[in-house]
C-alpha cells in the first residue's frame, strides 16, 4: 500500500473513533439526564454496539497506519510531535478502556432496570460520574492528537 493509501486509511479511522467517541458521548451524557429508563436502556445498549463495531477497529487502525506512515515517510520516532502523539493516544486509551466496562455495566444495568420497570440503581449512576470524568481527558488528549497529525 502507498503512503497516500494508508495516510487515507488513518484518516478515515481517526474520523470514525472521534466522531463515534464524541456522538456516543454526547447522546449518552444527554440521555443520562433525562433519567428515563427505557431512553438510557436503548443508548446505553447502541453506545456500546458502536464502540465495538467503529471505535475498536480504529483504535487498533490508527497506531499501525500512523506508525506505517511514519516509517514510510522517514519520520525519526524521537520527533517530538511523534512522541507527544503516541503519549496522548496512550493517555486516551487509559481513559477509554474502563469508559467501556463502565459503558457494558450501564447498559446491563439499564436493561434490566427498563425490563423490570424499576428506576436505575445507584451504581449507575455512580459509573456515570466516573464515565464523564474519563472522558474529559480522553476527549482534550485526542484534539490534541488531531492538532498534532496536521501541524507536525
Not at 458521548?25 to 443520562?32: E, S
Not at 445498549?45 to 506512515?69: C, E, H, K, N, Y
Request: net charge positive; with cysteine.
Amino acid at each position: 500500500m502507498d503512503y497516500l493509501a494508508i495516510k487515507w486509511l488513518h484518516i478515515l479511522s481517526a474520523t470514525a473513533m472521534f466522531g463515534t467517541g464524541f456522538g456516543t458521548a454526547f447522546y449518552m451524557f444527554f440521555t443520562n439526564r433525562t433519567r428515563n429508563v427505557a431512553a438510557i436502556a436503548v443508548v446505553t445498549r447502541l453506545v456500546a454496539r458502536a464502540d465495538w463495531w467503529f471505535t475498536t477497529p480504529s483504535v487498533i487502525i490508527q497506531p499501525l497506519s500512523g506508525l506505517w506512515m511514519v516509517h514510510l515517510a522517514g519520520f525519526p520516532l524521537g520527533s517530538a510531535w511523534i512522541v507527544w502523539s503516541i503519549a496522548l493516544y496512550l493517555l486516551a486509551g487509559a481513559c477509554w478502556l474502563p469508559v467501556v466496562w463502565l459503558q457494558l455495566r450501564m447498559r446491563d444495568m439499564a436493561q434490566q432496570a427498563a425490563r423490570d420497570a424499576t428506576p436505575l440503581p445507584e451504581r449507575y449512576w455512580r459509573y456515570e460520574k466516573i464515565w464523564t470524568a474519563l472522558g474529559v481527558p480522553a476527549f482534550a488528549a485526542l484534539l490534541v492528537v488531531y492538532w498534532l497529525m496536521v501541524h507536525k
